[in-house]
DNA sequence: CTTGACCTTCACATCAATGTGACGGTTGGA
DNA sequence: TCCAACCGTCACATTGATGTGAAGGTCAAG
């Protein structure tokens, strides 16, 4: 599919789209007229990208992170130098405690907003 | 305390701690001479603000989910207005969101970390 | 009193992620 | 044929989070 498409069926800007070709971490085929060229994967890819740029991570991390992320494995996993496994290893690390931090915060916004709802709102449910 | 241990103790550089004031997250008090007067208490709050930037929540959003995380509650409860309230709401979903994209990555990367280890490493243990 | 280690504000620089728009090519349908 | 709706690259603007440094105040120790 075409880039308006893929931008259509995502949502993300087809500026963005480009962006991460640039960057390297989603990079489409070429039709022979220069038009970028998304096979059906990359509407997960690019939404995958999406998420983890969202949740902090800079590109050049989500490049790194993409290619264990494709399930079919195996076929990638000579690739592996012991720098690419520890920079891996750090990335896991500092993801749990990013995922720690926003969950109990999250968790006390939920009771927070709980609590107000229940202090104040003990009225009868509408139609 | 001043600004100078408050950075040792939470490694969070002075520019920074400057900036989260500027931005309304983390007001200390002043002394006389104009120095910031940080309590006890900002060590954490400190933290979590890092914590928060860092998993990508922007500052205005921290501020705006600040008070809610401050235990003793009870007396904010009141100055909720609706908007307030709608805004938690999303902000919440959408922490669930990333965390529920930041754990899957997470999780695909120690998979594969695994596999990658099992996969080549059967040698046996050292010391 | 001087020095050094703090602190202040101000301001400019940088970097990544985006927005926006100019200018031009391709293509399919009226 | 011509227009509309795509697409391409290029490039500049912006915003948020930072770094860096200048110019000067405060204060305790020597």
Redesign the interface.
């Known amino acids: 599919m075409r880039i308006g498409v893929l931008s259509e069926r995502t949502g993300i800007p087809r500026r963005m789209l480009r962006y991460y070709e640039e960057t390297g971490m989603l990079i489409p085929a070429r039709s022979p007229n220069g038009y970028r060229e998304y096979d059906e994967q990359s509407v997960d890819r690019a939404l995958?990208i999406r998420?983890?740029?969202?949740?902090?991570?800079p590109t050049r991390v989500v490049k790194q992170?993409l290619p264990?992320?494709k399930q079919p494995?195996a076929i990638h996993?000579l690739g592996?130098t012991p720098e690419t496994?520890g920079l891996?290893?750090r990335?896991?690390d500092s993801?749990?405690?990013?995922?720690e931090?926003?969950?109990r915060?999250?968790d006390?916004?939920?009771r927070?907003?709980d609590?107000?709802?229940r202090?104040r709102a003990p009225e009868p449910q509408e139609a």
């Open positions: 995958q998420g983890l740029l969202d949740a902090g991570m992170v264990c992320l494995g996993v592996a496994l891996l290893e990335e896991r993801m749990s405690e990013r995922i931090t926003l969950t915060s999250r006390a916004i939920a927070y907003i609590t107000v709802r202090t």
